[in-house]
């Protein structure tokens, strides 16, 4: 997650049009979800893979507004350390 947040594409579109992701939130998945479920789906079931994709999602998007993202990365790993196990 971290590497994501702080690649310069994804900074620019969350700065300049965040609302570009709004429909990939709330109405279709994108070519990106797909390749990220065919990844997942390669180690674990459909279901849970679509769950992490979903959690990952949420620490990616929201995270800041909970005081500083990086804080949360560890406790993103926890959860998912203790629910892939």
Do not use: K, N
């Amino acid at each position: 997650m971290r590497a994501l947040r702080e690649h310069p594409l994804w900074r620019r579109i969350v700065e300049v049009d965040p609302e570009l992701l709004l429909p990939y939130l709330t109405r279709r998945r994108g070519a990106s979800h797909d390749a990220i479920l065919a990844v997942l789906e390669g180690a674990m079931s459909p279901a849970r893979a679509r769950a992490v994709l979903l959690t990952a999602q949420s620490f990616l998007l929201s995270a800041h507004t909970m005081g500083d993202p990086g804080t949360l990365d560890a406790e993103l790993a926890t959860l998912l350390e203790r629910y892939l196990t």
